[in-house]
């Protein structure tokens, strides 16, 4: 699939870019499918998790991939979009020791994460990096999308609220993560491109 509306030189940019994702839950898969679509050909995925039920409602995945690995079936997914893809998946639970070495030759990474300890783990490897690491919070809920903003915090680019967190009372929902997501897909296109963030 090549994206008629950017210049050869564009193409170029973003099919020569390597971009990290760390999740493909939510944040991740949804992501991952804007970058594909926006002519992006080359990425490494890590998940440890499984497709589950609770999923569907806000993840790009398909109730025939329940039970699968999520980073199989993300794969599959994001392959239907563009075959030609360079793909990279690993499936396991992020840590300290693994983390530098799974994004080592990556130019951009993306922050896709659930859960707070394997967020810190991300983040104190790679804050203050050369490379810039673009990430969410705060986006669970319905409406208030005017409050989801993106910031930035030296190579950190953080797009939500900073305020809605998951939690009993407030579940995530697609519509709001699919806007953080999207906003994070676009700070990547952006960087790569040299827009305006």
Do not use: W
């Not at 030189?9 to 499918?33: D, H």
């Not at 967020?119 to 809920?141: C, E, I, Q, T, W």
């Amino acid at each position: 699939m090549t994206n008629p509306y950017l210049t050869p030189e564009e193409r170029g940019k973003l099919e020569r870019v390597k971009v990290g994702i760390a999740g493909a839950g939510g944040l991740g898969s949804n992501a991952a499918m804007h970058l594909v679509r926006a002519g992006v050909k080359r990425l490494v995925l890590c998940d440890f998790d499984v497709v589950s039920e609770s999923n569907l409602n806000r993840q790009f995945f398909f109730r025939d991939q329940l039970g699968m690995k999520k980073v199989e079936a993300l794969r599959g997914n994001l392959l239907r979009i563009e075959p030609d893809l360079e793909l990279q998946i690993d499936d396991r639970h992020l840590d300290v020791a693994g983390v530098r070495a799974l994004y080592a030759d990556c130019d951009i990474l993306v922050e896709a994460l659930d859960e707070a300890a394997t967020k810190a783990v991300f983040y104190n490897a790679f804050l203050g990096d050369s490379r810039p690491v673009v990430g969410a919070s705060g986006l669970a809920g319905f409406g208030r999308s005017n409050a989801i903003r993106l910031k930035k915090l030296g190579n950190l680019y953080l797009a939500g609220d900073g305020e809605a967190a998951v939690s009993n009372d407030l579940a995530p929902q697609s519509p709001r993560v699919g806007i953080a997501a999207a906003m994070e897909a676009n700070t990547v296109l952006a960087l790569v491109l040299g827009r305006e963030i």
